[in-house]
């Protein structure tokens, strides 16, 4: 097959695979039919990091901006915090949440509009995390991990007079023996990230963060257009994404907090509950949703931005999809690989005759090697940019053997 010909079946095979994709996306509900079907979108705000070291300036502006508009908001509260640093680990130097901190948050506890979650024992994270990143229970021996969450709870219930049924694991991270201990310990809702472990042995109901404040929107409205019969948002935040407590890491001022809220407010299709509130009334929050959402999410960081959000708006926490997510990422990935690793076979092999030092055998060898490279990039960094640079190098080396068997054929 000539060169010429190899780019032209390329070339149909990138819009055959491109129509496909933007067929696939334009089975979505349109927002005026789903707006009709009298749904309700349920969200749930959740803080993390809540603590002893929080400010009163902090909570006033962030509770009283719930207060404002009457609803309710869950806080992950850290129990003790690090007598040594965030990364020691001398428990006996550890500083419990005051009762002083704990009757600040008590008017709003009262009132129903505010839920206590615990966010761990300490968020101190362990050393090593590797690959997997940061986590506080993540590889402990269950009988460890069992002391501190029950130590944690123990102090909670006892300064808020109330049982706490709702879990945050810090860094969003735990492992199948934190589910057990947590299911053992009389916790009810487990609300972690998209990418952790569910058990289907227990029976915790799963409510993962699935976007940020400034999210919500565009969240509501990718909600709107999927056939969930009950959606929900689950919308996490922490103190640091105030400008006002943290300038580095900040985005956001407690005006936006406010105006989104403001917005929620006047939906119609929203109800905002806590935690434990949607864990008793949305009837599918088992391991099996979440094993599919777990799919669907790593799945997503497949995709470039872009593209995702046009596709498959990221947002709700959905029930089902999981198998047309990998439909859609599959006719992407065809486009993708396709398109760019013939665009680079093309480039290379126009090089190669161009320029003799493409032609020779150590090029060869050094370009044959480039996907074994492209493969570790993505083991060390899985996602878009590791998929793009695997489909470059194996154009690269396509072309560059083209070019010769062409030279040279047999």
């Known amino acids: 097959m000539k060169l010429s010909q190899l780019i032209s079946v390329a070339v149909a095979s990138v819009v055959f695979h491109g129509v496909s994709l933007v067929a696939w996306a334009a089975r979505y509900v349109p927002a005026s039919e789903a707006d009709s079907t009298g749904r309700v979108i349920t969200v749930v705000f959740r803080m993390d990091d809540y603590s002893e070291a929080i400010s009163s300036n902090m909570e006033s502006e962030v509770l009283g901006g719930f207060g404002q508009y ?48 615990q966010h761990g024992y300490s968020h101190r994270s362990i050393i090593g995390g590797g690959l997997t990143g940061n986590s506080e229970f993540s590889g402990l021996p269950s009988d460890v991990q ?94 640091y994404d105030f400008i006002e407590e943290d300038a580095l890491r900040g985005y956001m001022h407690y005006a936006d907090l406010n105006a989104q809220l403001a917005w929620v407010s006047q939906q119609r299709d929203i109800r905002v509950l806590t935690l434990s509130q949607a864990s008793k009334v949305v009837k599918d929050l088992g391991a099996k949703r979440y094993g599919a959402y777990y799919h669907c999410h790593a799945l997503s960081r497949l995709l470039p931005e872009t593209l995702l959000q046009r596709i498959y708006p990221q947002g709700p926490y959905r029930t089902v999809h999981c198998s047309r997510m990998w439909a859609i990422t599959l006719l992407a990935w065809l486009a993708i690989l396709l398109g760019t690793g013939f665009l680079m076979a093309f480039l290379v092999a126009r090089a190669t005759s161009s320029y003799p030092f493409f032609a020779t055998r150590g090029c060869g060898w050094g370009m044959a090697a480039l996907p074994f490279a492209g493969f570790v990039w993505l083991l060390l960094h899985p996602g878009f940019p590791g998929l793009l640079c695997v489909a470059i190098s194996a154009g690269l080396v396509v072309g560059r053997f083209f070019h010769g068997a062409q030279q040279y054929p047999e």
Request: proline share 10%; net charge positive; charged share 20%.
């Open 70 to 117: 009457r609803l309710p908001v869950v806080f992950g509260v850290i129990p003790y915090l690090p007598g040594k640093g965030i990364l020691a680990d001398q428990p006996d130097s550890d500083q419990p949440l005051s009762a002083t901190k704990a009757d600040r948050l008590r008017p709003a506890l009262e009132a129903g509009l505010l839920e206590i979650a």
């Open 146 to 239: 069992r002391t501190k969450i029950i130590k944690g709870k123990t102090l909670l219930e006892g300064l808020f007079g109330r049982p706490i049924l709702s879990f945050c694991p810090p860094f969003n991270r735990y492992d199948v023996n934190t589910v057990r201990v947590l299911a053992s310990a009389g916790f009810v809702t487990l609300s972690a990230g998209g990418y952790c472990h569910a058990d289907e042995v227990t029976p915790l109901r799963y409510l993962p963060g699935t976007c940020k404040i400034m999210q919500i929107p565009r969240a509501v409205e990718a909600a709107r257009r999927e056939r969930d019969s009950q959606p929900v948002i689950v919308v996490l935040f922490h103190p």
